[in-house]
T-cell receptor, first 115, second 109 residues
């Protein structure tokens, strides 16, 4: 069974640009969540989607957005990039037994560098 | 949100030694997981353990939900155990996880 797949794995952007990251969950998983990891702030929750609906959003500015498609694949977008957006962006999928998210399985991450 | 504290922040062990990592959380939780982050950044699942005790080889974990803590035991440590260990918990909604700041483990041959 294939794991969570994130693309691209590495990317370099300049300030002011925008970026789109993609995440394909484990087959059958319907919940996808995104996390940002930086040395200073650690791992922080961005948002979570279930059946194409955003159920929860972390404390990030509106420049961070996401969506989920009918096949459960998800994308997140960051507009007007700032230096502080340089981070490892991790996607996780889960097979919730109920409305709650179950065990998380993470992808390898997308490492974004903003110059 | 839920506050998650992990201790110790850093740990250096001789190969073959045992260790205990601790995770305290500030509120009741629905789920709790332990992860090992590999050098490439991927979070590897160790345990999904909202309560009780589980064992997997040299690793075991115990969560006492009523007292709001979890422990990860590593026995007979190996150099490949080096890395950062994270504890993550979800609140009553279940769809957001809160991570601790991690324990950085270095195992010396």
């Amino acid at each position: 069974k294939a794991g969570v797949t994130q693309t691209p794995r590495y990317l370099i952007k300049t300030r002011g640009q925008q970026v789109t990251l993609s995440c394909s969950p484990i087959s059958g998983h319907r919940s996808v969540s995104w996390y940002q990891q930086t040395p200073g702030q650690g791992l922080q929750f961005l948002f979570e989607y279930f059946s194409e609906t955003q159920r929860n959003k972390g404390n990030f500015p509106g420049r961070f957005s996401g969506r989920q498609f009918s096949n459960s694949r998800s994308e997140m977008n960051v507009s007007t990039l700032e230096l502080g957006d340089s981070a490892l962006y991790l996607c996780a999928s889960s097979l919730p037994a109920s409305a709650n998210t179950g065990e998380l399985f993470f992808g390898e991450g997308s490492r974004l560098t903003v110059l | 949100g839920i506050q998650v504290e992990q201790s110790p922040p850093d740990l250096i062990l001789q190969e073959g030694a045992n260790s205990t990592l601790r995770c305290n959380f500030s509120d009741s939780v629905n789920n709790l997981q332990w992860f090992h982050q590999n050098p490439w950044g991927q979070l590897i699942n160790l345990f999904y353990i909202p309560s009780g005790t589980k064992q997997n080889g040299r690793l075991s974990a115990t969560t006492v939900a009523t007292e709001r803590y979890s422990l990860l035991y590593i026995s007979s440590s190996q150099t490949t155990d080096s890395g950062v260990y994270f504890c993550a918990v979800s609140d009553h909604t279940g769809n957001q996880f809160y991570f601790g700041t991690g324990t950085s483990l270095t195992v010396i041959p």
